[in-house]
């Protein structure tokens, strides 16, 4: 079956700190990838996607991702945490030709000062 | 206005109320969906509409009536909810029907639905 997981449900981490948030997927090919961030009351806010190519996207507010096939992940990076950064995080996938986009239970980051 | 939008952002309704959500996008996109998001729960697709046609319904109960009378609007009637279907309700976007081709979905702020 097609899945997303993030296998961290909450996160907490210093400012200033580095910081990686985990995604896997499950499915034979290799789907589109996305990384959504959502603050308190808000909607969600792309980060950034891969499509193909390049496996290291780059994304606003500093934020990387790292697509690897053999482990079927997608892991979102970023090597300094600002305090503004603290919201949940979706990893979504689309599976081509399907009209579905498969969410993550989502990450809660919090920042400590 | 810019971006996707959706009103009321709040709203409190009893069991037997009926009530519209409603969602505008001003990207001139020609896709849009609806998503349920419940507490801890992923983020559910519920509806998907492209160039005004429904193209997917993932099982959504009969007391929600999606409308799409046009590319940028997008409405969810709600009549006899239950509880359990107190939520947040986001509308997206996109230019192309997701999956057909290097596209992302554009999220409004959601509707926060509380069904009393």
């Known amino acids: 079956a097609q899945s997303v997981t993030q296998p961290d449900i909450h996160i907490t981490v210093s400012e200033g700190a580095s910081l990686e948030l985990r995604c896997n997927y499950s499915?034979?090919?290799?789907?589109?990838l996305f990384w959504y961030v959502q603050s308190p009351g808000q909607g969600l806010q792309l980060l950034l996607k891969y499509f193909s190519g390049d496996t290291l996207v780059q994304g606003i507010k500093g934020f990387e991702a790292e697509f690897k096939r053999s482990q079927s992940s997608f892991n979102l990076r970023k090597p300094s945490v600002h305090w503004s950064d603290a919201a949940e995080y979706f990893c979504?996938?689309?599976?081509?030709?399907?009209?579905?986009?498969?969410f993550g239970a989502g990450t809660r980051l919090t920042v400590k000062p | 206005e810019t971006g996707v939008t959706q009103t009321p952002r709040h709203l409190v309704m009893g069991m037997t109320n009926k009530k519209s959500l409603k969602c505008e996008q001003h990207l001139g996109h020609n896709a849009m969906y609806w998503y349920k998001q419940s507490a801890k729960k992923p983020l559910e697709l519920m509806f998907v509409?492209?160039?005004?046609?429904?193209?997917e319904n993932n099982s959504v109960p009969s007391r929600f009536s999606p409308e799409c009378p046009n590319s940028s609007h997008l409405f969810l009637h709600l009549h006899t909810l239950q509880p359990e279907d107190s939520a947040l309700y986001l509308c997206a976007s996109s230019q192309e029907l997701i999956g057909q081709g290097y596209d992302e979905q554009y999220f409004g702020p959601g509707t926060r639905l509380t069904v009393t």
């Open positions: 979504a996938v689309v599976f081509y030709n399907n009209n579905d986009m498969r």
């Open positions: 499915y034979g090919a290799t789907p589109y």
């Open positions: 509409y492209n160039f005004k046609e429904q193209t």
